[in-house]
């Protein structure tokens, strides 16, 4: 079974993690989110991968060459121009000759990618749409559907008075390649405002799969880190890399944890990483490779980096550090700060809540 997942997009509201690098390569648990969603594509049996990449591509293509590592067949097609979601499944179409999956590459899901290829042929469906109950429709797709599940409408970011439901669009659909004609070539076309309206208009056989499944797109910082949470909560099953040292405590090989440290899971540490005496880490945190965590440092709650290295008595609360981060003795980052990449904090420096912080190397 053949996918094709959408990783050209710019990230912008995931910044000022996404500068250096885009949103598919930021890390969950340690490992880039996309090689999560390979992981889950690959369980359900997907896995002849296309790329649809457009913004910072060599860090995915070096990452990822051609999955023959994670077991998949990948392969990468680099757009010179953002061609829009559905222009860049098209600029594809010679690969696609038979049912596929298409593929938000934001999402963090639990979805039966199984069962709903089932609904799909069931209904004699021309395209399916994965759909999610949310809080907010205002800044997703949402979709009506009728109580068979055909789908009568779709909003892409309604305003809150034109919101019927809370299902909205989860970003997985499942196409047949006819309907690719549809699309134009070479131009930035999208599925939620241009194929989509075009295919109800038709009347095309449309189709919405509600599941109750976990969903999340880690499309701003805060979702970035409330997925952490929860995958570390166990709200998403999941299991982890490292050796178990203790209730919820994983450890990668190579680290040098003080004897006098303290670590109240669930945590992570990334390999060779270096966590001093009276340092605390409470759960859900998660630390990455080759950090050193200072003597006396209390981390709770924190996303942290590969390479950052906090200095002694550092306090970081609820907050995502990015990589080679350098902070200083004493420093206090509060909850809700994001530290792009690069950076150095001076010893003493208190940043309040909220808090984002451009890499260095920004432009
Ligand atoms: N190759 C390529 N080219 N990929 C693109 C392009 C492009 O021109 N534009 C966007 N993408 C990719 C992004 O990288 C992302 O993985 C995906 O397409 C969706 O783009 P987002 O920018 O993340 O869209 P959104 O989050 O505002 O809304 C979309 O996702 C929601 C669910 O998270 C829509 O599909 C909504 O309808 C949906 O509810
Ligand atoms: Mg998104």
Same mark, same amino acid.
């Given at each position: ?41 690959? $369980? ?99 979709? $009506? ?177 990015? $990589? ?40």
């Amino acid at each position: 079974m053949k996918a094709v997942i959408l990783v050209g997009g710019e990230g912008t509201r995931l910044r000022p993690l996404t500068y250096n690098t885009p949103k598919s390569m930021v890390p969950i648990m340690n490992r880039p989110f996309l090689e999560h969603m390979i992981g889950y594509l690959k $369980e359900h049996g997907i896995d002849d991968i296309i790329l649809t990449l457009c913004y910072l591509p060599d860090p995915i293509q070096r990452y990822f060459g051609d999955g023959s590592k994670l077991g998949v067949r990948l392969s990468h097609v680099v757009e010179e121009c953002p061609l829009g979601t559905a222009g860049a499944v098209k600029n594809v179409e010679e690969c696609l000759n038979e049912t596929f999956f298409v593929f938000n590459g934001d999402i963090f899901t639990d979805i039966d990618l199984t069962a709903m290829m089932e609904f799909h042929r069931q209904r004699g469906s021309k395209v399916s749409i994965a759909l999610t109950p949310v809080d907010n429709p205002t800044i997703y797709g949402v979709v $009506e559907t009728d109580a068979g599940g055909r789908v009568q409408r779709f909003i892409e970011k309604p305003s809150p008075d034109a919101v019927t439901t809370n299902m909205i669009n989860a970003g997985a659909y499942i196409v047949e390649p006819e309907v690719l004609s549809y699309i134009p070539r070479g131009q930035n076309f999208t599925f939620e405002q241009g194929l989509f309206p075009l295919l109800l208009e038709r009347g095309d056989p449309v189709y919405g799969y509600q599941s109750d499944a976990y969903w999340i797109d880690i499309g701003t910082p805060e979702k970035y880190l409330k997925l952490h949470h929860d995958v570390l909560m166990g709200k998403v099953k999941k299991s982890f890399h490292g050796e178990r040292l203790g209730e919820g405590i994983w450890v990668e090989g190579g680290c040098d944890i003080h004897h006098r440290a303290e670590l109240e899971g669930p945590i992570v540490i990334g390999r060779d990483s270096v966590i001093g005496s009276r340092a605390r880490l409470k759960g859900p945190a998660v630390i990455g490779r080759y950090c050193t965590i200072g003597t006396g440092s209390f981390i709770e709650g924190a996303i942290v980096w590969q390479n950052t290295r906090l200095g002694r008595g550092v306090l970081l609360k609820n907050c995502v550090v990015a $990589e080679n981060v350098v902070i200083g003795d004493r420093c206090q980052v509060a909850e809700g700060c994001v530290l792009g990449g690069n950076l150095i904090i001076g010893p003493g420096e208190s940043l309040p809540q909220g808090t984002k912080l451009w890499p260095q190397n920004s432009a």
